[in-house]
């Protein structure tokens, strides 16, 4: 199948209350149009030189979300156009990305990413850091909170996976109503049915779509 009839077949299964995200991190600018032409516009990078070297090759009606671990020092390269960050795992990356998007003029939406794999190798906020940076967040003026990230141990057993996509999903229920959450990203090519079952309303997918990465 092509890239256009795989998006197509993920977008009806998903349907409306989903959104893609096509990750699109060492993937060719073809293949990269290619998803664009079948009407995909919003596109994840795990990394702040790639985004910006794409964002500039693509067109412009496309939402950059930056979906990989994020240095503070590197912030300022993203915030005039970023639309969404998925991988905030401190208040004070939060703080960067507010005073970044003052000197832009702009608001930047975050997604706070919470550490609930089993393994050492992945980032993000301890959960019992959580409400207090959710409650920090509020006084940034140019950072929006809307929601939580969470990656799964790297791991074939779906038991363990879904009990890991549950505990996010745990959380964002408890906390949606009090902060305003409307998001919740979770599930990648090899899970995302899985995580949309536990609640997943943001999906992010890349191997399905562009095959294997350079
Ligand atoms: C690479 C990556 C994805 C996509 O992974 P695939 O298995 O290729 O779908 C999703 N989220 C993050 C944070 C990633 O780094």
Redesign the pocket.
């Known amino acids: 199948m092509g890239i256009a009839s795989i998006i197509s077949e993920i977008k009806k299964e998903i349907g409306e209350s989903v959104t893609l995200?096509a990750?699109t991190?060492k993937q060719s600018i073809d293949k990269l149009l290619e998803a664009y032409q079948a009407g995909q516009r919003v596109f994840?990078e795990?990394y702040v030189q790639e985004l910006v070297d794409k964002a500039e090759q693509l067109p412009k009606d496309i939402s950059w979300h930056m979906?990989?671990h994020l240095q503070t020092n590197k912030v300022k390269y993203i915030a005039p156009f970023v639309q969404l960050i998925?991988?905030v795992d401190s208040l004070k990356l939060l703080q960067e990305i507010d005073k970044q998007a003052v000197k832009n003029e702009r608001m930047i939406e975050c997604l706070l990413q919470v550490y609930i794999a089993e393994e050492d190798s992945k980032t993000g906020l301890e959960i019992e850091d959580l409400e207090a940076t959710l409650e920090a967040a509020k006084s940034l003026a140019h950072v929006k909170v809307v929601g939580l990230?969470g990656?799964s141990t790297f791991t074939e057993n779906e038991a363990q996976i879904a009990k890991e996509y549950q505990k996010l999903s745990t959380l964002y229920e408890q906390y949606k109503t009090v902060y305003h959450l409307s998001i919740l990203s979770m599930g990648?090519?090899?899970d995302?049915p899985l995580a949309i079952s536990c609640g997943s309303n943001m999906i992010?997918?890349?191997?399905?779509?562009?095959g294997s990465?350079l």
């Open positions: 995200v990750v991190k994840g795990n979906i990989g998925h991988s990230m990656m990648m090519s090899g995302w992010r997918v890349g191997s399905s779509i562009f990465r």
